[in-house]
Protein backbone atom coordinates (compact mmCIF):
# COMPACT_ATOMS: atom_id res chain seq x y z
CA UNK A 1 0.00 0.00 0.00
CA UNK A 2 1.56 3.64 -0.95
CA UNK A 3 -0.05 7.18 -0.78
CA UNK A 4 -2.38 8.35 -3.71
CA UNK A 5 0.66 10.91 -4.57
CA UNK A 6 3.33 8.38 -4.40
CA UNK A 7 1.43 6.19 -6.83
CA UNK A 8 0.22 8.80 -9.04
CA UNK A 9 3.85 9.66 -9.52
CA UNK A 10 4.81 6.29 -10.30
CA UNK A 11 1.65 6.29 -13.17
CA UNK A 12 3.80 9.53 -14.85
CA UNK A 13 6.81 7.45 -14.78
CA UNK A 14 5.05 4.78 -16.52
CA UNK A 15 3.02 6.80 -18.84
CA UNK A 16 0.02 5.79 -17.48
CA UNK A 17 -1.25 9.09 -16.73
CA UNK A 18 -2.34 9.74 -20.96
CA UNK A 19 -4.53 6.52 -20.12
CA UNK A 20 -6.76 9.23 -17.72
CA UNK A 21 -7.26 11.70 -20.42
CA UNK A 22 -8.99 8.91 -22.49
CA UNK A 23 -11.00 6.93 -19.51
CA UNK A 24 -12.22 10.17 -18.20
CA UNK A 25 -13.09 12.65 -21.37
CA UNK A 26 -16.33 11.54 -21.70
CA UNK A 27 -17.17 12.37 -18.24
CA UNK A 28 -15.49 15.53 -17.73
CA UNK A 29 -16.89 16.85 -21.16
CA UNK A 30 -20.07 16.44 -19.37
CA UNK A 31 -19.68 18.21 -16.29
CA UNK A 32 -17.67 21.11 -18.18
CA UNK A 33 -20.67 21.57 -20.80
CA UNK A 34 -23.21 21.24 -17.47
CA UNK A 35 -20.79 24.24 -15.23
CA UNK A 36 -19.83 26.45 -18.74
CA UNK A 37 -22.88 26.64 -20.09
CA UNK A 38 -23.96 30.26 -19.49
CA UNK A 39 -19.84 31.50 -18.32
CA UNK A 40 -18.78 34.15 -20.09
CA UNK A 41 -14.94 35.28 -18.96
CA UNK A 42 -14.48 32.81 -16.44
CA UNK A 43 -11.69 31.52 -14.59
CA UNK A 44 -10.88 27.96 -13.67
CA UNK A 45 -9.01 25.84 -11.41
CA UNK A 46 -8.64 22.02 -11.55
CA UNK A 47 -8.09 20.03 -8.20
CA UNK A 48 -6.16 17.69 -8.58
CA UNK A 49 -5.10 18.09 -12.62
CA UNK A 50 -2.98 14.86 -13.12
CA UNK A 51 -0.89 15.88 -16.21
CA UNK A 52 -3.07 19.14 -17.00
CA UNK A 53 -4.71 18.26 -19.86
CA UNK A 54 -8.18 19.38 -18.73
CA UNK A 55 -6.63 22.80 -18.03
CA UNK A 56 -4.96 22.52 -21.65
CA UNK A 57 -8.79 22.29 -23.37
CA UNK A 58 -10.24 24.37 -21.05
CA UNK A 59 -7.76 27.35 -22.01
CA UNK A 60 -8.39 27.02 -25.40
CA UNK A 61 -12.35 27.94 -25.28
CA UNK A 62 -12.97 31.71 -26.19
CA UNK A 63 -14.80 31.95 -22.73
CA UNK A 64 -12.05 31.03 -20.57
CA UNK A 65 -10.11 33.83 -19.03
CA UNK A 66 -7.65 32.14 -17.17
CA UNK A 67 -7.10 27.96 -15.78
CA UNK A 68 -4.91 26.84 -13.11
CA UNK A 69 -4.35 22.95 -12.20
CA UNK A 70 -3.11 21.96 -9.05
CA UNK A 71 -1.92 18.31 -8.04
CA UNK A 72 0.61 16.78 -4.99
CA UNK A 73 2.67 15.05 -7.67
CA UNK A 74 5.62 16.62 -8.21
CA UNK A 75 5.93 14.43 -11.50
CA UNK A 76 2.26 14.98 -12.89
CA UNK A 77 3.22 18.77 -12.02
CA UNK A 78 6.47 19.02 -13.86
CA UNK A 79 4.99 17.16 -16.65
CA UNK A 80 1.90 19.48 -17.23
CA UNK A 81 4.17 22.59 -16.98
CA UNK A 82 6.23 20.88 -19.85
CA UNK A 83 3.22 20.75 -21.97
CA UNK A 84 1.44 24.04 -21.57
CA UNK A 85 3.28 27.64 -20.88
CA UNK A 86 -0.14 29.14 -20.83
CA UNK A 87 -1.92 27.58 -18.23
CA UNK A 88 -0.77 27.98 -14.43
CA UNK A 89 0.32 24.88 -11.94
CA UNK A 90 0.92 24.47 -8.61
CA UNK A 91 1.99 21.31 -6.30
CA UNK A 92 0.34 21.12 -3.39
CA UNK A 93 -1.72 19.54 -1.47
CA UNK A 94 -5.05 20.45 -2.44
CA UNK A 95 -6.25 21.34 1.75
CA UNK A 96 -2.67 23.24 2.00
CA UNK A 97 -3.56 25.44 -0.69
CA UNK A 98 -5.89 28.36 -2.00
CA UNK A 99 -5.69 30.88 -5.08
CA UNK A 100 -4.51 34.37 -4.47
CA UNK A 101 -7.94 35.61 -6.27
CA UNK A 102 -11.02 33.04 -6.09
CA UNK A 103 -12.35 31.46 -9.30
CA UNK A 104 -15.41 31.25 -11.00
CA UNK A 105 -15.40 27.34 -11.61
CA UNK A 106 -13.62 24.56 -9.83
CA UNK A 107 -13.92 21.50 -11.31
CA UNK A 108 -12.10 18.06 -10.12
CA UNK A 109 -12.29 14.48 -11.29
CA UNK A 110 -11.33 11.15 -9.64
CA UNK A 111 -9.80 12.97 -6.78
CA UNK A 112 -11.81 13.78 -3.95
CA UNK A 113 -11.80 10.38 -2.26
CA UNK A 114 -7.95 10.32 -1.70
CA UNK A 115 -8.77 12.74 1.43
CA UNK A 116 -9.39 11.43 4.66
CA UNK A 117 -11.77 14.24 5.54
CA UNK A 118 -12.96 14.67 2.15
CA UNK A 119 -15.96 16.83 3.57
CA UNK A 120 -13.51 19.46 5.34
CA UNK A 121 -11.78 19.68 1.73
CA UNK A 122 -14.90 20.66 -0.08
CA UNK A 123 -15.74 23.06 2.90
CA UNK A 124 -12.13 24.74 2.47
CA UNK A 125 -12.69 24.94 -1.34
CA UNK A 126 -16.29 26.40 -0.69
CA UNK A 127 -14.57 29.33 1.48
CA UNK A 128 -11.29 29.85 -0.09
CA UNK A 129 -10.87 28.96 -3.30
CA UNK A 130 -14.69 30.24 -5.64
CA UNK A 131 -16.45 33.28 -5.62
CA UNK A 132 -20.33 34.09 -4.60
CA UNK A 133 -22.19 32.64 -7.66
CA UNK A 134 -19.20 30.48 -8.63
CA UNK A 135 -19.40 26.77 -8.61
CA UNK A 136 -17.60 23.34 -8.05
CA UNK A 137 -18.49 20.37 -10.24
CA UNK A 138 -16.36 16.82 -9.04
CA UNK A 139 -16.57 13.66 -10.73
CA UNK A 140 -15.84 9.83 -9.25
CA UNK A 141 -16.02 6.41 -10.15
CA UNK A 142 -15.39 5.08 -6.50
CA UNK A 143 -18.69 5.57 -4.85
CA UNK A 144 -21.11 2.65 -2.80
CA UNK A 145 -23.72 2.33 -5.52
CA UNK A 146 -20.68 1.23 -8.10
CA UNK A 147 -20.09 -1.83 -6.83
CA UNK A 148 -17.48 -2.97 -9.52
CA UNK A 149 -15.30 -0.11 -7.71
CA UNK A 150 -15.20 -1.48 -4.42
CA UNK A 151 -11.72 -2.96 -5.56
CA UNK A 152 -9.75 -0.54 -6.58
CA UNK A 153 -7.85 0.67 -3.09
CA UNK A 154 -6.38 -3.38 -2.96
CA UNK A 155 -5.88 -3.01 -7.17
CA UNK A 156 -4.32 -0.13 -7.15
CA UNK A 157 -2.36 -1.11 -4.02
CA UNK A 158 -3.49 2.72 -2.44
CA UNK A 159 -3.79 3.07 1.48
CA UNK A 160 -6.67 6.27 1.37
CA UNK A 161 -9.20 5.69 -0.92
CA UNK A 162 -12.84 6.92 0.86
CA UNK A 163 -16.55 5.14 0.00
CA UNK A 164 -19.67 7.51 0.33
CA UNK A 165 -23.04 6.93 -1.43
CA UNK A 166 -24.31 9.67 -3.74
CA UNK A 167 -26.08 11.16 -0.70
CA UNK A 168 -23.69 11.74 0.92
CA UNK A 169 -21.37 13.53 -1.24
CA UNK A 170 -24.32 15.41 -1.45
CA UNK A 171 -24.83 16.17 1.76
CA UNK A 172 -21.20 16.93 1.89
CA UNK A 173 -21.89 19.95 -0.68
CA UNK A 174 -24.44 21.38 1.18
CA UNK A 175 -23.06 20.97 4.67
CA UNK A 176 -19.79 23.03 3.06
CA UNK A 177 -22.97 25.59 2.43
CA UNK A 178 -23.42 24.89 -1.60
CA UNK A 179 -26.93 25.88 -2.41
CA UNK A 180 -28.34 24.11 -5.75
CA UNK A 181 -26.91 20.97 -4.75
CA UNK A 182 -27.26 18.40 -7.92
CA UNK A 183 -25.82 14.88 -8.33
CA UNK A 184 -26.27 12.95 -12.06
CA UNK A 185 -24.41 9.72 -13.33
CA UNK A 186 -22.75 9.72 -16.25
CA UNK A 187 -22.06 6.75 -18.39
CA UNK A 188 -23.97 3.76 -16.31
CA UNK A 189 -23.91 0.68 -18.23
CA UNK A 190 -24.68 -2.73 -16.93
CA UNK A 191 -23.34 -3.52 -13.71
CA UNK A 192 -21.11 -0.28 -14.11
CA UNK A 193 -22.27 2.63 -12.27
CA UNK A 194 -20.83 5.59 -13.93
CA UNK A 195 -19.65 8.34 -13.25
CA UNK A 196 -20.84 9.94 -9.98
CA UNK A 197 -21.17 13.44 -10.72
CA UNK A 198 -22.07 16.21 -7.78
CA UNK A 199 -21.89 20.54 -8.26
CA UNK A 200 -23.22 23.21 -6.25
CA UNK A 201 -23.11 26.74 -6.13
CA UNK A 202 -21.20 29.29 -4.00
CA UNK A 203 -23.91 31.64 -2.38
C1 LIG B 1 -6.99 9.57 -10.59
S1 LIG B 1 -5.87 10.93 -10.72
C2 LIG B 1 -6.89 12.08 -11.63
C3 LIG B 1 -6.11 13.14 -12.34
C4 LIG B 1 -6.92 14.05 -13.26
N1 LIG B 1 -7.98 14.69 -12.53
C5 LIG B 1 -7.43 13.29 -14.44
O1 LIG B 1 -8.65 13.10 -14.56
O2 LIG B 1 -6.62 12.87 -15.30
C6 LIG B 1 -5.87 11.60 -9.08
C7 LIG B 1 -4.95 12.80 -8.92
O3 LIG B 1 -5.16 13.35 -7.61
C8 LIG B 1 -3.90 13.76 -7.10
N2 LIG B 1 -4.00 13.82 -5.63
C9 LIG B 1 -4.30 12.81 -4.79
N3 LIG B 1 -4.28 13.24 -3.51
C10 LIG B 1 -3.96 14.56 -3.56
C11 LIG B 1 -3.76 15.57 -2.57
N4 LIG B 1 -3.88 15.29 -1.27
N5 LIG B 1 -3.43 16.83 -2.97
C12 LIG B 1 -3.28 17.11 -4.30
N6 LIG B 1 -3.45 16.19 -5.28
C13 LIG B 1 -3.78 14.93 -4.92
C14 LIG B 1 -2.94 12.69 -7.61
O4 LIG B 1 -1.59 13.13 -7.60
C15 LIG B 1 -3.47 12.44 -9.02
O5 LIG B 1 -2.84 13.23 -10.00
Same mark, same amino acid.
Given at each position: ?9 ? +??? /????? =? ?5 ? $? $?? #? ?20 GNGW !? ?5 ? *? ?10 ? /?ADMI? @?? #? ?5 ? /? ?8 ? *?? #??? !? ?5 MEVF ?15 ? +? ?8 ? =? ?11 ? +? ?11 ? $?? @? ?5 ? &? ?6 ? @? ?8 ? +?? =? ?5 ? #?? &?
Open positions: MDTPINVFSN +WVR /SGKDE =GMEKNHS $S $SV #KDMIAFATKELKNFSFIDAGC !VVRDIIK *EPSCASAIGVDG /SK @KA #KGLDDIG /SYYCTDLMAW *EP #KQK !VDLVHSYYFEKPDLLIEHIYKN +WIEPGGRLIM =GIDFYTENIPSHS +WPKDCAISIMQLF $SE @KEWAGFF &KSAGFGEV @KSWRHGKKDE +WG =GTLIVTG #KV &K
